[in-house]
């Protein structure tokens, strides 16, 4: 669905040096970036400020021409062949829309349905499908401008689904909503992807979204692609140990020696064990099979690094 050659992308900038004097200097926003999406994967595309990801988008929607290297859309050079690929893809941006600001949300979806020739019937029953999930019914009357940023999302994301693309591409789509908004969205296009089929491609900087929506990640820095894969395996290559706590029936002095075991503290007077382990040597399921053969376990949690401290750790390996 998406193939990405060593991209690059430059930028040129000139300043002022003196009162007749201009330097020119080259800003490289993206470069030597590879990766592949495939068809039905939901793909979050993230990195810190100013890494790489709006231009990467920009490029994948027609909107820039790359400086060098191959991409492909949905078939399509889309630098070459915006229009076409304008058919066969979504794309929102969380901070520029793409309806009429003065017209009422319904009327923008009409204008969107004579841009893309899509047919009546079709259009109908796409709008009210997602009105109806994303709950939109009551606002098709209100003007744009007085919606309040969660609708007006919703909004956004429908006016992208409308010619039932194959693919949709997502730019911060919940930047500045409130988290009912967020998790309202977060589960349409998670049924968008899994039910439907669609493609999606997110950049955001709420890795929640990220937790949600994404089993795989591409993690980008200062215009290069830092790692691919899934998220669990991305936590395993970053963070190798986990932590096994464990709560006993009855007190025990110590549950250190257990093999692959790293460390072993207790607390609560010993009814509480924190075992942190490395992954390579042993699983959490013979961990907790070598405990009981020492004590009754009451209860037991395996602790999972957060996401945020995955993503972290990949920018800080630079
Ligand atoms: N039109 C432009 N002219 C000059 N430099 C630009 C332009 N657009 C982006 N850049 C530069 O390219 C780099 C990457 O910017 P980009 O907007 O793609 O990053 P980003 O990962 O989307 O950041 P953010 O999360 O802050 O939106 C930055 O150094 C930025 O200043």
New binding site residues.
């Given amino acids: 669905m998406i193939e990405v050659r060593d991209l690059r992308r430059e930028?040129t900038?000139t300043t002022r040096t003196g009162r007749f004097r201009r330097e020119r200097r080259t800003?490289r926003?993206v470069d030597a970036v590879s990766f592949d999406v495939a068809a039905g994967e939901a793909v979050g595309y993230v990195?810190p400020?100013?890494?790489?990801?709006?231009?990467?988008i920009k490029v994948l929607t027609g909107i820039l021409v790359p400086t060098c290297g191959h991409v492909r859309v949905s078939g399509v050079d889309p630098s070459r062949s915006r229009r076409e690929l304008a058919r066969r893809i979504g794309v929102v941006f969380g901070r520029r829309s793409q309806l009429w600001w003065d017209l009422p949300l319904r009327d923008s979806f009409d204008l969107l349905r004579a841009i893309y020739r899509v047919p009546a019937a079709a259009h109908a029953e796409r709008l009210r499908e997602c009105a109806e999930l994303l709950d939109l019914g009551p606002f098709l009357g209100t003007p744009v401008r007085r919606l309040s940023l969660g609708r007006r999302m919703r909004g956004e994301v429908t006016a992208a689904l409308l010619h039932a693309p194959e693919l949709l591409v997502l730019d911060e789509p919940t930047i500045g909503l409130d988290l009912e908004s967020k998790e309202r969205l977060r589960e349409f296009l998670a049924e968008l992807n899994t039910r439907r089929g669609t493609t999606l491609l997110l950049?955001t900087?709420d890795l929640d979204d990220i937790e949600r929506l994404c089993p795989r990640l591409v993690v980008i820095d200062r215009?290069t692609v830092l790692a691919d894969g899934p998220l669990d395996g991305l936590r395993a290559e970053v963070t190798p140990e986990r932590v096994l706590v464990v709560d006993l029936e009855e007190p025990a002095a110590d549950l250190s020696g257990l093999p692959g075991v790293t460390s072993a503290r207790s607390e609560l007077n010993g009814m509480r064990h924190h075992l942190v382990f490395r992954r390579a040597e042993t699983t959490a399921a013979a961990l907790i099979a070598a405990v009981a053969t020492r004590a009754a376990v009451h209860d037991i949690s395996v602790g999972e690094p957060e996401i945020d401290d995955v993503v972290r750790r990949l920018y800080a390996r630079r």
């Avoid at 400020?49 to 990467?56: L, P, R, V």
């Fill in positions: 930028f900038l800003v926003a990195g400020n100013g890494a790489g990801k709006s231009t990467t950049t900087h215009g």
